[in-house]
């Protein structure tokens, strides 16, 4: 690990979205797609130094809600990647002690992309490193009407009384109810939005934008938005 980390603080979640892939391709006068596919192998490396400087939860924004309205040529492309990725990424997951989980909701994919992921994290749960959170067919507004929909029917079946209703119970019906909140929220290429990412889990959590694009991204920007977030005051809405 470099040197500059020394002393630091490493973030316990680091949340990413990972964007500009598309115009690293334009740059070169390539597809889009072979943006996402360098794209796909800048997240592996991510992962792998990610899990060797200690953090314990990446959750990157691979796909989300809106991503569907995206050419039928460029969301095929993605679907491809994402199933070849997969098969990638046990192999990563198993050789650097990695736990995947997917957030999102998955039901709208094909029922062999839809194996792939239980196979997924099925295969790495026992893992005890690094928990690898990929964000996929996710929107924070999805996410929040899918949990409202359940705790609604909890109520209606008399298993939840409606005044019972802490931001405690509300958390557990999301699709991060087993994961901490983000301390960190790093955004490529920068746009200064959310884009519907982590809506909820983002309350607290420190911004960095940089204007590095996805597919240039390594471990000397993870370790620049790291001192970054070692200079912030945070405060939770207390003074210090
Ligand atoms: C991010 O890169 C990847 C996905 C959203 C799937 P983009 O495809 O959004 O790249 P830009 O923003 O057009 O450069
Ligand atoms: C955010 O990037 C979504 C992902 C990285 C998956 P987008 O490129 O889709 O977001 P907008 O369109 O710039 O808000
Ligand atoms: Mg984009």
Same mark, same amino acid.
């Given at each position: 690990?470099?040197?500059?980390?020394?002393? &630091?603080?490493?973030?316990?979640?680091?949340? #990413?979205?990972? $964007?500009?892939?598309?115009?690293?391709?334009?740059?070169?006068?390539?597809?889009?797609?072979?943006?996402?596919?360098?794209?796909?192998?800048?997240?592996?490396?991510?992962?792998?130094?990610?899990?060797?400087?200690?953090? =314990?939860?990446?959750?990157?924004?691979? +796909?989300?809600?809106?991503?569907?309205?995206?050419?039928?040529?460029?969301?095929?492309?993605?679907?491809?990647?994402?199933?070849?990725? &997969?098969?990638?990424?046990?192999?990563?997951?198993?050789?650097?002690?990695? !736990?995947?989980?997917?957030?999102?909701?998955?039901? !709208?994919?094909?029922?062999?992309?839809? $194996?792939?992921?239980?196979?997924?994290?099925?295969?790495?749960?026992?893992?005890?490193?690094?928990? +690898?959170?990929?964000?996929?067919?996710?929107?924070?507004?999805?996410?929040?009407? !899918?949990?409202?929909?359940?705790?609604?029917?909890?109520?209606?079946?008399?298993? #939840? =009384?409606?005044?019972?209703?802490?931001?405690?119970?509300?958390?557990?019906?999301? $699709?991060?109810?087993?994961?901490? $909140?983000?301390?960190?929220?790093?955004?490529?290429?920068?746009?200064?939005?959310?884009?519907?990412?982590?809506?909820?889990?983002?309350?607290?959590?420190?911004?960095?934008?940089?204007?590095?694009?996805?597919?240039? +991204?390594?471990? =000397?920007?993870?370790?620049?938005?790291?001192?970054?977030?070692?200079?912030?005051?945070?405060?939770?809405?207390?003074?210090?």
């Amino acid at each position: 690990m470099n040197q500059n980390l020394d002393g &630091m603080v490493i973030p316990r979640h680091v949340a #990413l979205i990972l $964007d500009g892939n598309g115009r690293w391709a334009k740059k070169r006068g390539l597809p889009r797609t072979m943006g996402h596919k360098e794209g796909c192998v800048t997240v592996e490396k991510t992962v792998e130094v990610a899990a060797r400087m200690g953090i =314990e939860y990446l959750t990157v924004y691979g +796909f989300s809600t809106e991503n569907w309205k995206r050419s039928s040529d460029e969301v095929g492309a993605l679907m491809q990647l994402f199933r070849f990725y &997969m098969v990638r990424l046990l192999k990563i997951a198993s050789a650097n002690n990695v !736990r995947v989980k997917m957030i999102g909701d998955r039901t !709208r994919f094909d029922q062999d992309i839809i $194996d792939g992921i239980n196979r997924l994290e099925r295969e790495t749960k026992d893992n005890t490193g690094l928990t +690898f959170v990929i964000a996929v067919n996710y929107g924070g507004r999805d996410e929040l009407t !899918r949990a409202v929909r359940k705790l609604a029917a909890d109520c209606c079946a008399g298993k #939840l =009384e409606p005044s019972a209703i802490t931001e405690q119970v509300v958390n557990s019906y999301l $699709d991060t109810a087993d994961i901490p $909140d983000p301390d960190l929220l790093i955004r490529t290429s920068g746009e200064l939005r959310l884009s519907n990412y982590l809506l909820w889990q983002l309350a607290y959590t420190e911004l960095y934008v940089t204007d590095c694009l996805w597919p240039d +991204f390594n471990q =000397e920007e993870l370790e620049k938005a790291i001192l970054s977030y070692n200079r912030r005051d945070r405060r939770f809405g207390g003074v210090k």
